[in-house]
């Protein structure tokens, strides 16, 4: 194992270490953080002994890959496949995770869907589960002529694409768990890679994110969540978390609610430098970062109490949810705008229940009054966790 993985290992367990949880003592959630780090140092060294290949693990994955194994085997060091392979081990291992904190048999639904015009993908949702009320993780492998609503869409941010029938690829994974307790937050996070073709050559380029949307304010879990997606991005380019960090608060804004959907996190498009390998591993980082910063957080409170007032807060302010994915979500419109467009996939992320309450405001001094002032006015909460060390360490 390389000098650089074991530096990324106790860089890990530093910013978990930094986690008040774990500072107060819970042997168990602590554990938890030190197996994760060394799950991502193992990861990195498998990648770095593959030469930078993702490996295939087809007795690991939620179902057979799209693209015919055959060909994934004869394409390995193609971008297209790589990034296959990638959302694949996402998936399984993020499912694998939500279901282990369930102490029924809530399972995910596989189901494994193609498409005439090109590839498909597997949509797992899990529905009705003590802990998660629904949880959907989905990967696409997609392939055909982009739409002319998706090439205008792409040529407006600032794209130069010269024909009228473009022939495109895209691949991405995306997931949103809506939990049952409000005290859990709803995590949302998508990483996918995009090709397209046109006279000049082919166009690639990455985007995604994750972020968090609590329903309730708890300002050690947005540091925790914070630093471990800084982490995530320190270890590529020190500029990427601010960067990332404020398109994501831009990015995820309910103009017509002037709130933002959550506390934020990272959110980023268009990637397509230093190089192709570059930013896959990058996008790889990210992708591996989500269990260590949303399973903590589950794990410290899902079996926190609750009575109807904080349900129905929760209903509420995912009717907000609803709102943002409907009528700003570029993916959520990309989706519907392809031909031979899955509904039930795309629709995937709304919860299972949410409400809308005619002109309701929050009580002064209440807890969901807190919340509502972080999302008008996003914090640091980097800077915020400096300040809290510090004051600890006086």
Not at 375 to 388: A, C, G, N, Q, S
């Amino acid at each position: 194992m390389s000098y650089k993985i074991v530096v990324r290992s106790f860089r890990t367990l530093s910013y978990v270490g930094s986690y008040k949880k774990f500072r107060d003592r819970p042997v168990r959630l602590y554990c938890a953080a030190l197996l994760g780090a060394g799950y991502v140092a193992y990861s990195q060294h498998k990648r770095n002994k593959a030469d930078m290949k993702e490996i295939m693990q087809l007795q690991n994955y939620m179902a057979e890959p799209i693209t015919p194994v055959d060909k994934l085997e004869k394409s390995q060091n193609d971008m297209k496949t790589q990034m296959e392979l990638l959302i694949m081990r996402i998936q399984a291992e993020f499912c694998r995770a939500l279901e282990k904190e369930e102490d029924q048999d809530a399972k995910f639904k596989v189901d494994r869907w193609l498409r005439s015009e090109g590839g498909g993908g597997i949509t797992c949702v899990l529905q009705d589960g003590r802990v998660f009320e629904k949880a959907g993780v989905n990967i696409s492998v997609v392939s055909g002529t982009l739409p002319p609503a998706a090439v205008q869409q792409m040529r407006s941010r600032g794209k130069n694409l010269q024909n009228a029938d473009l022939p495109f690829f895209a691949a991405g994974v995306s997931a949103v768990i809506h939990p049952r307790n409000p005290m859990v937050p709803t995590i949302h996070f998508n990483y996918r890679y995009f090709e397209v073709q046109d006279k000049d050559g082919v166009h690639w380029w990455f985007g995604g994110g994750t972020d968090l949307t609590p329903y309730y304010l708890n300002e050690e879990d947005a540091k925790h969540f914070h630093l471990t997606l800084k982490h995530a991005c320190d270890a590529h380019d020190e500029t990427y978390y601010a960067k990332f960090k404020k398109w994501c608060d831009d990015y995820f804004h309910i103009p017509h609610r002037g709130e933002r959907r959550g506390v934020g996190g990272i959110f980023f498009d268009d990637l397509d430098t230093p190089s192709q390998y570059e930013a896959f591993n990058f996008v790889t980082s990210c992708a591996e970062a989500v269990i260590p910063s949303y399973l903590p957080i589950v794990q410290k409170h899902k079996d926190d109490a609750y009575g109807y007032h904080e349900r129905q807060w929760q209903l509420l302010r995912r009717g907000r949810y609803v709102e943002f994915n409907l009528i700003y979500d570029r993916g959520t419109k990309f989706g519907l705008h392809t031909p031979q467009a899955r509904y039930e996939s795309i629709l995937m992320s709304l919860p299972l229940n949410a409400k809308w309450e005619y002109m309701h405001e929050p009580k002064a001094n209440s807890p969901e009054e807190k919340l509502m002032k972080v999302l008008k006015e996003p914090r640091d909460w980097i800077k915020l966790e400096k300040e809290t060390a510090k004051r600890s360490a006086a």
